[in-house]
């Protein structure tokens, strides 16, 4: 949906600025950027909810998960805030309310230091034998 209004916003530009076309190149960028951090968030959370269904311990992955997950979906709402300029910094605007709540996502539920601690432990851990 956000990525959508923000896609619009750049057919937009470019129907309104042709000679601004490396400026429309730019910001196609970031979208495909966002994209793609969206598109690997969901896939590990999949794979993870998965290795659970199956019973396996995913304490390992769910930290990978979380650590991921929050610090992507962060750089998704800074690149959405760079894009709508000043309009997107103004005061519960729903991309500065939106950045605004992604940046508590690392540090509630365990921080992103802590994740890491709990995923360095997992994998440094000896392999049960099978
Ligand atoms: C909006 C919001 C909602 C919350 N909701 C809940 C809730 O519902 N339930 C709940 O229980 N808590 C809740 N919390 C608390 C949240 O879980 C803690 O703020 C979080 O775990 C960090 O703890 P702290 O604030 O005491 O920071 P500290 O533990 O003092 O950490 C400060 C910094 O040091 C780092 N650090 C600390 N220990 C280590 C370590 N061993 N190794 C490496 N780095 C380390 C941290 O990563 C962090 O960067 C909420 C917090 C917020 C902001």
């Not at 042709?18 to 429309?24: A, I, L, M």
């Not at 598109?39 to 199956?54: E, K, N, S």
């Not at 709508?84 to 509630?108: A, D, M, Q, S, W």
């Not at 890491?116 to 440094?124: F, M």
Request: glycine letters at 6%; charged letters at 25%.
């Amino acid at each position: 949906m956000w990525l959508l209004r923000t896609a619009k916003r750049v057919r937009a530009g470019r129907a309104l600025q042709r000679g601004r076309y490396t400026c429309v190149r730019g910001y196609q960028h970031m979208l495909a950027n966002m994209a793609t951090d969206l598109y690997a968030c969901r896939q590990m959370i999949l794979a993870t909810a998965r290795l659970a269904d199956a019973g396996q311990d995913i304490r390992t992955e769910a930290s990978m998960c979380k650590l991921f997950v929050s610090q992507a979906c962060f750089r998704v709402a800074d690149q959405a805030m760079q894009i709508h300029g000043n309009v997107g910094v103004t005061k519960n605007h729903p991309v500065e309310f939106i950045f605004r709540r992604l940046r508590l996502y690392r540090i509630v539920t365990g921080t992103s230091e802590i994740q890491r601690n709990t995923i360095a432990k997992g994998i440094l851990r000896p392999r049960e034998a099978a």
